[in-house]
């Protein structure tokens, strides 16, 4: 157990952890910030919807809280995924009347994101069991670190869903946006900042000051979701070197126990364009749509402008991610260095001539009638919904296609269970929206897409914070609170965090639920 500050004033900060702990979704951090004044204001850092799958009900998950909604003052917005964003309109709905801080970006995707979660949720007379389900990643398992006792409904009437679009709608209204690196003053004495997390269009990492007469007594900083440097489209991770008087770190670990493959993505997308092309077959890529999408279209686009593979129309089918495209093409002030100067050279890597956006549902279904070659990107990324079963039943059966995976792939989707399947070598034979089919198009996985920093970047980013910070006798580590990761995960961080700094550095894995004290 971390030792707490001992700095002479009167003020205190509590931290409650009250998702994210022990497992990876659901984040949410429940803080109470007592001025010297005596006055205490509480404020969340994310509330993000627990996504643990199938076997449990989400709706248990995620609609109990740990502490009542109404008493919040504020909520502190990382980022826009649905496991960071998702339980906000549950706080609105149960009283929470405060502000919802957040960069531009973020709030524009995040109100894309709720809008679906919303929608998803909505009654399907095929569906036996809870609507949620559409929104689970399929976890294994429910995480042994959750405490199941704090999911029991209290209202078994609204079991059908979490919230509705007119919840979102009220959300919305309670937005503000901050730029990067423009502080703001949170409550007396308690200022924030955001900074770029490089994790996707608008993430960031945020800075928590406690300031005296203007100056810097002690910090904080939650990394949100770190992002994977060298991706296309937005800026590396920010490293910091300014927070002299950083006390405390919650850094997430969802890769903590691994490096990421060194192959580019765009090779290996090369490689399955070129031999698909070659079959005389189509390209079906089932992806995600907040980021994803638009990371995939980047390097076909440049692939076709460069003639490294043969020029043909993409596809996309994804109502969704044809929005967050719409979102990422308005903020140009995100992009990297390279997507600049691609843009300064006429070269918009996310506008081509053979980019076809399909909105309606008959163009959607007016594609399969289509020859090859063409490339076609639709949602859902693991198949459990969405529009691409149309597409993969039209041409799951044909050897000369080619169906490629560019996400994760969890347990109980549809994805993993072809290739679970595919893997054993055995025929694909599954049910596709309702259809029994075998699946005869080739499959390829791509696993060098990730916008997660791995192992080495996580210990690169919190290496920064530990060697630029002051450090004092009254506070000689930095204490780090590793969450957002299974177990394997988080504890392997932990361990090689602790060998790389033995002295400078405490690190803890925190439970569900614990309360710890940040300041006192």
């Given amino acids: 157990m971390p030792q707490t500050s001992n700095l002479a004033n009167k003020s205190s900060l509590n931290i409650t952890f009250c998702g994210a702990a022990r497992t990876v979704t659901g984040s949410m951090y429940f803080l109470e910030y007592t001025h010297e004044s005596g006055k205490t204001y509480r404020f969340n850092v994310d509330a993000g919807m627990f996504q643990v799958g199938q076997d449990v009900s989400l709706y248990k998950m995620n609609s109990n809280l740990l502490f009542e909604p109404k008493l919040l003052d504020a909520m502190i917005l990382t980022h826009c995924h649905l496991d960071h964003c998702g339980r906000i309109p549950i706080l609105v709905n149960r009283g929470f009347g405060g502000r919802i801080h957040s960069t531009p970006a973020t709030r524009e995707l995040t109100e894309i994101v709720l809008y679906d979660a919303a929608k998803q949720q909505e009654p399907d007379p095929r569906d036996k069991g809870f609507h949620l389900d559409a929104l689970g990643i399929n976890r294994d398992d429910l995480d042994p670190g959750l405490n199941t006792d704090w999911f029991i409904p209290k ?64 910090q904080m900083i939650f990394s949100g979701d770190l992002g994977n440097p060298n991706k296309p489209i937005i800026r590396d991770p920010e490293i910091h070197k300014d927070l002299k008087k950083l006390t405390h770190v919650v850094v997430e670990s969802t890769y903590g126990d691994r490096l990421h493959p060194t192959l580019q993505p765009k090779l290996r997308l090369k490689e399955i364009i070129k031999k698909t092309y070659n079959k005389g ?175 080495a970047m996580i210990k690169k980013w919190i290496s920064e914070l530990v060697l630029n910070r ?16 299974e177990h394997i995960a988080s504890q392997t961080l932990a361990t090689e965090l602790k060998h790389q700094h033995p002295s400078d550095l405490d690190p803890y894995y925190p439970h569900f639920g614990e309360k710890v004290t940040i300041w006192e």
């Fill in 281 to 455: 077959g189509k390209l079906l890529i089932p992806s995600f749509s907040v980021e994803r999408a638009q990371e995939v279209i980047y390097y076909l686009t440049e692939l076709m402008r460069d003639n490294e593979v043969p020029a043909m129309p993409i596809y996309l089918d994804s109502p969704m991610a044809i929005k967050v495209l719409d979102v990422c093409l308005d903020h140009p002030e995100l992009y990297d260095e390279e997507l600049k100067k691609k843009i300064h050279e006429k070269a918009h890597p996310l506008i081509y001539k053979h980019l076809k956006i399909l909105e309606s549902i008959e163009d959607s279904k007016s594609i399969n009638k289509l020859p090859a070659p063409y490339i076609l990107i639709a949602g859902s990324g693991m198949l459990n919904g969405g529009r691409i079963l149309k597409h993969l039943l039209h041409n799951g059966s044909y050897p000369e296609n080619t169906l490629l995976f560019v996400g994760y792939q969890a347990q109980g989707t549809l994805g993993r269970q072809i290739l679970d399947l595919w893997k054993t070598g055995d025929p694909i034979k599954v049910v596709v929206d309702e259809a029994d089919m075998e699946i005869r198009a080739e499959i390829s996985v791509i696993n060098e897409f990730s916008a997660h920093a791995d192992q």
């Fill in 470 to 485: 002051d450090k004092v006798e009254s506070n000689p580590e930095l204490r780090v609170f590793i969450t957002h990761g």
């Fill in 155 to 218: 209202s078994p009437e609204m079991m059908d869903k979490l919230y509705d679009q007119t919840d979102v709608e009220l959300t919305m209204t309670r937005f503000k946006t901050h730029e990067y690196h423009s502080e703001f003053e949170l409550f007396p004495d308690l200022w924030v900042e955001y900074r770029d997390a490089g994790h996707i269009l608008g993430s960031a990492n945020v800075v928590i000051s406690e300031k005296k007469n203007g100056e810097v007594i002690r």
